[in-house]
């Protein structure tokens, strides 16, 4: 019974975790009420408002879990995860801040030189610096390993040559945290001579592209990069670690709040139709998705209850992953499903808008930060049969 | 489950793991009782774990009885140990001693239960009774106005004034008999603490099924990987085909998500030894989410079984039938998700949230 037991511990939250939860949900009612935010269906991936980032630097709540010595505010994974989930929840234009303060913050925290750390990360807390992931390419996608954007050591610094694809951010990004091949390619060592490097999207040779998505907007970019200068201290950890460096930080988005909750708000707002002469089908579909979405959260709170003892939970993560951007989609389907034709139709209810914004972007739910495909592939390797 | 609950489960899953055979299910589908099963589990005190020390019990806490039960479940248990814990708990509510003998409990429908019960005598028929013909006594629940009371009957038959028990089968192969009360007389009765009454009788039921069917969805897991790692076609293991490792993740993801439900829920009603408002929620959300677990998880484990496990002869149906009935008792998922939905409608747009959060609130 070892393998399949699996570990969602319950979580209580702390009375200081309450509080803050109190405080967040009074600043989004007034943000939302005078006009500082329009609600968005998967805000934390199309909501980009630099301003509204600031005014969560200022309040205290982003790079809550970095230590004080840093610029951090030193507060629990738990504190953090009530701030997140709440403004997911009030799909609130997370966007700006998110990449920097989920995984590229704790990333150059833990492996940046110390000047170039204390040059980033305060501007992070201060949400007056915002960083986009670059990962994927033209012909690298699931397959990570066979990036091909190179850096080739120049004196002084690193020489960068090629394209990265789908950064998610990019065109309001300071910084991109960039998987790069340092080495040529060994077929028996796929995994070696990769690296990860700071790049500053200002930087002579950058050229950051828009990418439409599928609802016209651009969330996502192309970034090529010609000749681009990346000097030495600009290098994350060690030459050659960058593969490490990325399944961890892989593992460390893989279980938050964001991966139910992405179209929570569309939910809400249809909450208002749905109250109106409900019949038991509006009934079982209700119960249906909230028994879901609180089965969820239960085990992505109980991850982070274990990340906050030190353990890594590999296994849950990557369920909770799975099951939760599958749940993305169905939420949408299951709430469309009981919507009167006049909600449906509507072209200026914040429901019906909010219901096609959400359609339109619920197929990204299931590919970025690793298909589901892979991750059944990771969790079947857990279960020890690969 | 907390580190002291997995202890108790491992405990509890070696005890039931040696008399709790394949062969041993079998016979008692064919109506045979394991008395030395039983015994194993009376001796252990494994009976008691829901009784206060004042009733008769050995003070453990909640928790330890439902992982008693997710062990239970995970062994397909052919005895009515869930019941018995059952039935003692709401004696103890009604603060009445509790014995170790087998017992079973009638607890239905609140709302269209056929039973009256006038005082003194109880008359009408309880369905799907588990192992009435193999207990010693049965508990039920009656609401009455303002109070609630629970009755103890003897199963003996000795008596007219004793429920007549007509045999049947839940589609596990359970006996799950039919019982009629004509004028029956309770041994005893007594007015249930506040707090308790049928319609969290029938809740406490729809939790032991969660939890138990969480211990054999794990099972059934469990068994579903080692066969796949053991069978051979095509010159290598079935486990290293692409399409049968993606149907066990999503059977793992289903197996994990009804155990963090039955957990939340059995926590929820652990923390305050009741059935509050707020662990009714949970217990709502476990049932209607058992559905798809078992749905997913039962046809999953049968189809990397192949021809094996669809046979009488293989040990699978121990589990996948057991999964297949518990999910139907004290509430189907059809039944609990609109309950769920109405308190989801009374939380209305402004409370939706607020309500999903409420359960890590500070308790």
Redesign the interface.
Same mark, same amino acid.
């Given at each position: 019974m070892s393998v399949t037991r699996f570990r969602f511990p319950y979580v209580e939250m702390p009375e200081v975790a309450s509080q803050l939860r109190r405080e967040v949900r009074q600043f989004l009612a007034e943000e939302r009420a005078n006009g500082g935010f329009v609600p968005m269906a998967d805000c934390w991936a199309s909501g980009m408002s630099a301003e509204f980032s600031r005014k969560l630097g200022q309040r205290g709540w982003l790079g809550m879990t970095w230590d004080k010595q840093y610029g951090g505010h030193g507060r629990t994974f738990l504190e953090r995860y009530v701030v997140t989930e709440e403004m997911l929840a009030a799909g609130a234009p997370v966007m700006a801040h998110w990449i920097a303060d989920r995984q590229s913050g704790p990333q150059i925290i833990k492996n940046a030189q110390p000047h170039v750390r204390d040059h980033i990360i305060p501007r992070i807390v201060a949400g007056e610096c915002f960083c986009a992931i670059g990962m994927s390419e033209p012909n690298t996608g699931s397959d990570l390993a066979s990036v091909a954007t190179k850096a080739e050591k120049v004196d002084g610094g690193w020489k960068v040559n090629g394209t990265k694809l789908w950064s998610t951010g990019a065109h309001g990004g300071d910084y991109m945290i960039t998987l790069l091949r340092t080495s040529p390619v060994d077929t028996n060592a796929r995994h070696e001579g990769l690296s990860q490097f700071i790049i500053d999207l200002k930087s002579p040779g950058v050229n950051v592209r828009g990418i439409a998505d599928i609802g016209g907007q651009v969330h996502f970019n192309e970034t090529q990069f010609e000749d681009v200068f990346v000097p030495d201290d600009y290098v994350l950890g060690e030459v050659g670690g960058g593969w490490k460096m990325v399944v961890g930080e892989l593992a460390l988005e893989r279980s938050g709040p964001e991966r139910f909750l992405s179209s929570f708000i569309v939910f809400q707002e249809a909450m208002k139709v749905l109250v109106n002469n409900p019949t038991d089908k509006t009934r079982e579909v209700l119960g249906q998705v909230v028994a879901k979405i609180k089965t969820l959260r239960r085990m992505s709170l109980g991850i982070a209850g274990l990340l906050q003892e030190g353990a890594s939970p590999e296994m849950e993560a990557a369920l909770v992953k799975d099951m939760s951007t599958n749940f993305e989609r169905e939420l949408l389907e299951k709430i469309r499903s009981v919507l009167p034709q006049h909600a449906l139709v509507s072209l200026d209810s914040l429901t019906a808008n909010l219901l096609r914004e959400g359609i339109l972007r619920v197929p990204s739910s299931t590919l970025r930060g690793g298909t589901n495909e892979v991750l059944k592939g990771m969790i079947a390797r857990q279960l020890g049969m690969r | 489950m907390?580190e002291t609950d997995?202890i108790i489960f491992?405990t509890a899953?070696r005890i039931f793991e040696d008399l709790s055979t394949p062969e041993i299910i079998n016979a008692a589908e064919e109506g045979e009782w394991p008395q030395a099963l039983w015994q194993a589990i009376e001796e252990s005190g494994l009976t008691l774990t829901w009784i206060p020390e004042a009733n008769g019990g050995v003070g453990a806490s909640m928790l330890d009885g439902f992982a008693v039960i997710k062990a239970a479940g995970?062994a397909a248990l052919p005895v009515p140990l869930a019941e018995t814990l059952m039935a003692g708990w709401l004696l103890a509510k009604g603060g009445l001693e509790v014995g170790t003998e087998p017992m079973t409990v009638a607890i239905l429908d609140p709302v269209t239960s056929g039973l009256s019960w006038d005082g003194t005598a109880l008359s009408g028929t309880a369905l799907s009774v588990p192992h009435a013909r193999n207990a010693k006594r049965l508990v039920t629940v009656v609401d009455m106005g303002n109070k609630s009371q629970v009755l103890e009957f003897a199963l003996s038959q000795l008596e007219s004034t004793q429920p007549a028990i007509s045999p049947h089968v839940n589609l596990a192969g359970e006996p799950w008999d039919t019982v009629t009360f004509s004028k029956a007389v309770p041994t005893r009765f007594a007015d249930l603490e506040d707090g308790t009454d049928a319609s969290s009788a029938e809740a406490l039921g729809a939790l032991v099924r969660c939890v138990q069917s969480a211990g054999a969805m794990?099972?059934a897991?469990?068994l579903t990987?080692q066969y796949?790692?053991e069978r051979v076609q095509f010159g290598r293991p079935i486990?290293?085909f692409?399409a049968?490792?993606?149907s066990?993740?999503?059977f793992?993801?289903q197996?994990?998500?009804i155990?963090? &439900?039955a957990? !939340?829920a059995a926590?929820a009603v652990a923390f305050g030894d009741v059935i509050d408002h707020a662990a009714w929620v949970?217990i709502?959300?476990?049932k209607?989410?058992l559905e798809e677990a078992v749905n997913t998880g039962a046809a999953v484990a049968h189809q990397v079984h192949g021809a094996m496990g669809f046979t009488y002869e293989h040990r699978l149906h121990h589990l996948t039938r057991r999964l297949w009935s518990w999910r139907d008792e004290y509430g189907s998922d &059809?039944v609990? !998700?609109?309950?769920?939905?109405?308190?989801?409608?009374q939380w209305?747009?402004e409370g939706?949230?607020?309500n999903?959060?409420a359960?890590?609130?500070?308790?």
């Open positions: - | 907390t997995n491992d899953s995970g794990s099972a897991l469990e990987i796949s790692m486990a290293k692409q049968l490792q993606h066990v993740a999503a793992a993801g197996v994990a998500a155990n963090a &439900a957990d !939340s926590e949970e709502a959300t476990a209607t989410r &059809a609990w !998700s609109i309950r769920l939905g109405e308190e989801v409608l209305g747009a939706l949230w607020p999903i959060t359960v890590s609130d500070p308790r």
